[in-house]
């Protein structure tokens, strides 16, 4: 257990990193098991998470998916095509844009999706069965105020992406 002795900006930033540390580490391990459980159903990581784009956002484009995901659109187009082909997914006419077809699921890559997420369910469930509802919840809820707060921070005018707090190693000598 961390022991925090004052309330500084030190000790804050130390309890925070070291939160950051374990999502950090639990990413590791629950991306294994998300990997394995999704491979079974046919879906390798980049095509889980195209469909999670479609799950939540519906059918949408190349384009946006790329976007969402912070990939190029030459490997959503690749990995989509892919999945058409295997029939995870359809595409169809865009009627707000001649080009861009609009990507959806198919009804049988909506039923693998759905199946895997279950599965993953019940892992969860048999993996953590005595884990605190309310607690995870509160957890859950710091985490998305954590990732909105973070991700709208500019790097580049942020007050240490100018610092001198590191030392310069060809200075040492």
Sequence with gaps: MIQVKKD?????????HDLFKEVFLLHGVLSAITDTVHEQAGLGTPQ???MHVLDRHGPTTIPHIA???GVSRQFIRTVCNKMIAEGFLESGENPFHKKSMLIRMSESGAVRFQQAEEKEHRIIEQA???IDL??????????KRIRGQIGS?????????????FE?????Y
């Design 153 to 165: 921070v500019d790097l580049a005018t942020f007050p240490w992406s100018q610092s001198e707090d």
């Design 48 to 50: 889980r998470r195209i």
């Design 8 to 16: 500084t900006e030190e000790s804050r930033g130390q309890v925070v």
């Design 67 to 69: 976007s969402r995901l």
């Design 134 to 143: 309310k607690e995870a919840s509160r957890a859950v809820q710091l985490l």
């Design 128 to 130: 953590l069965p005595g």
């Design 168 to 172: 310069n190693p060809e200075e040492r």
